[in-house]
């Protein structure tokens, strides 16, 4: 594939809440965190620089990259979302305690289209995940 054909995506998990700790999300879904802070902590910036004050609320993310040949991605979705149902227990619990979990769609470069089926949407909903898509005009490293 060359560089100019070349469609790089990510699918991430984001989880927010005021008082679960990263490792208890981790654990929680047998996910390794690739971004993680905790409630509490003081805050940093991506490189390490300390900033003033200390994080309102735990943010935990899991995502994978993926390099795509076509511009479909929906069943990039729905393998992180069949990952996920066996942990719908430890979703309902999050939603019930005023946390959030985010399943985030990342274009990187090149085009992407498709469309989400129905039974993969009727499973975000079932396990109280919302959905975001994003898109970057400038490439990401």
Not at 77 to 97: D, G, N, Q, S
Not at 116 to 140: C, R
């Amino acid at each position: 594939m060359t560089a100019e054909a070349q469609r790089r995506l990510d699918v991430e998990l984001l989880i927010i809440h005021l008082t679960l700790s990263p490792a208890e999300i981790s654990d929680a879904h047998d996910l390794t965190a690739q971004i993680a802070h905790c409630v509490g902590d003081p805050r940093r910036t991506p490189k390490g620089t300390a900033l003033p004050g200390c994080y309102p609320d735990t943010r935990w993310r899991h995502g994978a990259r993926y390099e795509a040949g076509e511009q479909h991605f929906a069943d990039k979705i729905a393998e992180l979302v069949a990952r996920l149902e066996p942990r719908k227990a430890f979703l309902a619990h999050l939603a019930a305690t005023g946390g959030t979990a985010t399943v985030i769609v990342q274009f990187l470069d090149g085009y992407f289209g498709d469309s989400i089926p129905l039974t993969t949407l009727a499973k975000l909903v079932e396990l109280q995940l919302e959905l975001d898509i994003e898109s970057y005009n400038v490439p990401q490293t």
